[in-house]
């Protein structure tokens, strides 16, 4: 959990606010939990859908981070999430016509998935890198097009083979973490590490360093060597992966694609991705208690414990995330160059 | 610097052509019949239906209505799918300019426009689907249905088959009324069969914009609801409610789900390893019926009261047993002939 930042010096504040929204996810999470604890039933089904909600948002907001850190801002991860459902579901639904085997004709959903939102993520690159096009604008005609052609191309009554779930031997039988965490489908333990995988790849390797580079100070890169271009579109295509395997758990989860079935979850994203300040394990963490608020909801009504709204629960974690964005100097600092195309000089 | 701006028109203009395809000035339109008359002039029925924010293909009430409105008498119709709540009065707007004779507006949510464009359109007939008329409008029908009979006989037969006496309903949201009635009834009516009956049921946290389009949520809540114990779940919500019935799908056979508004059999063939029944509104026959009478000149002005019942139970014949079908027939005509109270 101790990483270096490689910008700022650590200073006690610099540690705090890094952290903040950890603590206060855990500290809420684990109140609440305790005071449902008298049921393990409960505290485990909570737990489980918090993990099975929690891993579109964390995927989504990898893939805003990545774009981010790399200096593109990405606001068609709504956009690519739909996207890569219809095609996922569609490759995966056309493959089991052809009479392919349930685990090729998944395999094979996912990758078609995953390629149609990588290939959105060159096209942002594209408008971002090439074009020097106003990327909000990239994002907005990304998520435009992703809802209008999959709500034309969209054909009722067609149907795809289920997803399995995994259950990790040994592990799922512990008590409490072996249902909260072990017994998901296979694209949802792939979330997770998912988001190891990038914290250490940014942190940890070359590849980070130089991502890091040219989204604070492409200059400075470019001076050095780094092919800042060619960087962006690699990490566009990346994060674009991020974002349809993102939609590729809609579709794990509910067995066929349904229009706008995305819901607005590529711009809860983004929040995740701010609250979570621009670093996978505090988007992880931010995720999680969305996830957490979402079950947490559900559980009360269940519980018919108090007659408040379902949509007041609805509204805590934005109001969440406004609050923790807006307590007094822990802004979430954007990386330096985000949103703007490096011209050289 | 040309190309570079020549590139970015043609992306725009693609971008503009896909939106296109999605919506047209807030709907996407079709129909379905030759049109081989003018719909402004007399002796050539035309009805046009303005689906909710939903799709004509929604396997629910929206797929319902329409189907009923082409199995009606209208000589031509005509749908146009509602993208964005703002859009309602432009949808029934569009048709009101073709000089349609009859307007279908599915939703409750559409009530409010619905009773406007009625009031500055008065020799146009207008059908609302699920919208209570508190006030008779000479020229309009609403055409609702006592979904808390509908719910009431699901959950009757949820209290005989359940196990663990914890029964789940996943639901649309509460800011719609038939919705509420649905689990009202059916909760009402698992009580009714089954003494010891428990409920975890759960309505979509979000505004009506999103709580019917989110089968992630209601795969994720069903699954959750399972945890609790439930055995039998209850999907009523749009797409909401069949991410519900496919993740209990994933359990074959040990949790039974029951479908909405349609025979869900044929509507989510991914719920077929759990779906032991639907809770049906027969919206298409009420909008045949409508129909009729407003092509005659005769059509009910404030409610009209549809239909409702249990689907067939499929390949859930077997797994039922003959008493509890017993059960259910008495239940059903009980509830039906009122002899039964289902009232919420």
């Not at chain 1, 799922?172 to 997770?192: I, K, R």
């Not at chain 2, 009773?115 to 209570?132: R, T």
């Not at chain 2, 009516?189 to 992630?216: C, I």
């Amino acid at each position: 959990m101790t990483t270096a930042t490689a910008t700022t010096s650590p200073t006690v504040k610099a540690t705090i606010s890094k952290y903040l929204p950890w603590a206060i996810a855990l500290a809420v999470m684990f109140a609440i939990l305790f005071a449902m604890s008298w049921d393990s039933r409960q505290t485990e089904a909570v737990g489980a859908a918090t993990v099975r909600a929690a891993a579109p948002l964390l995927l989504g907001a990898l893939c805003g981070l990545i774009g981010e850190r790399s200096g593109i801002i990405n606001i068609g991860i709504e956009g690519q999430i739909l996207l890569s459902a219809y095609c996922g579901f569609m490759v995966s639904s056309l493959s089991a016509d052809a009479s392919l085997p349930t685990v090729i004709s998944l395999i094979l959903g996912v990758v078609g998935g995953v390629a149609a939102s990588a290939l959105v993520g060159f096209f942002m690159a594209w408008c971002a890198v090439s074009l020097k096009m106003d990327q909000i604008i990239a994002g907005t005609v990304v998520n435009i097009f992703a809802l209008g052609f999959t709500s034309y191309a969209y054909v009722q009554g067609r149907t795809q083979p289920r997803y399995p779930n995994w259950t990790v031997p040994g592990l799922s039988e512990l008590p409490f973490v072996g249902d909260v965490l072990f017994n998901h489908g296979p694209l949802t333990y792939l979330a997770f590490f998912c988001v190891v995988g990038v914290h250490i790849a940014l942190f940890r390797t070359t590849w980070g360093l130089r991502t890091r580079a040219i989204g604070e100070h492409p200059g400075a890169a470019d001076t050095v060597g780094v092919d800042v271009a060619r960087m962006r579109y690699k990490n566009m295509i990346i994060a674009g992966a991020m974002a349809g395997l993102a939609g590729m758990l809609l579709i794990q989860s509910a067995s066929a694609f349904s229009r706008n079935m995305s819901n607005g979850k590529g711009f809860i994203a983004l929040a995740v991705m701010l609250f979570g300040r621009y670093r996978p394990l505090g988007v992880l963490g931010a995720a999680l208690l969305l996830g957490f608020f979402t079950a947490l909801q559900s559980q009360l009504q269940f519980n018919q414990a108090f007659d408040i709204p379902p949509q007041f629960f609805g509204m805590i974690p934005f109001l969440l995330t406004i609050a923790v964005l807006a307590v007094a100097g822990l802004a979430a600092r954007p990386p330096a160059a985000a949103g703007s195309p490096y011209e050289k000089e | 610097m040309l190309t570079r701006s020549r590139l970015l028109a043609i992306l725009v203009a693609l971008t503009l052509v896909a939106a296109a395809c999605g919506s047209d000035d807030g709907g996407s339109a079709g129909g379905n019949l030759e049109k081989d008359g003018d719909c402004a002039s007399e002796d050539y029925y035309c009805v046009g239906l303005v689906t909710d924010v939903g799709k004509v293909d929604d396997k629910s009430f929206n797929q319902s209505a329409w189907e009923g409105l082409q199995d009606s008498e209208a000589d031509y119709v005509e749908f146009i799918e509602t993208q964005d709540s703002k859009d309602y009065a432009n949808n029934i707007q569009g048709f009101l300019d073709q000089g349609f004779d009859a307007i279908v507006t599915v939703g409750f949510s559409l009530g409010e426009a619905t009773g406007i464009a009625a009031a500055e359109n008065p020799d146009v007939d207008f059908i609302g689907v699920d919208q209570f008329q508190g006030e008779a409008i000479a020229n309009v029908a609403g055409l609702i249905f006592p979904e808390n009979k509908a719910g009431f006989m699901a959950g009757a037969l949820a209290g005989l088959m359940t196990e663990s006496n914890v029964i789940g309903a996943v639901l649309g949201t509460d800011l719609v009324p038939p919705v509420v009635a649905f689990k009202e009834g059916y909760e009402k009516g698992a009580l009714y069969t089954n003494a010891d009956a428990t409920f975890v049921s759960t309505y979509h946290p979000g505004g009506l914009d999103v709580a019917f389009g989110d089968p992630d949520w209601g795969a994720t809540t069903a699954r959750q609801a399972i945890g609790n114990g439930a055995d039998v779940i209850f999907g009523a919500g749009g797409a909401t409610g069949n991410g519900a019935l496919a993740e209990v799908a994933k359990d074959e056979g040990v949790v039974f789900c029951i479908g909405v508004d349609t025979d869900q059999w044929e509507t989510v063939p991914e719920a077929h390893p759990c779906l032991i029944t639907s809770a049906m509104k027969l919206i298409d026959a009420g909008v045949v019926d409508l129909v009729a009478e407003a092509k005659a000149g005769s059509m009910t002005s404030g409610n009209f009261v549809g239909d409702v019942g249990l689907a067939d139970y499929h390949d859930f014949e077997d797994v039922i047993p003959d008493d509890v079908k017993d059960e259910m027939e008495k239940i059903i005509a009980g509830v039906l002939d009122d002899s039964i109270d289902a009232s919420i």
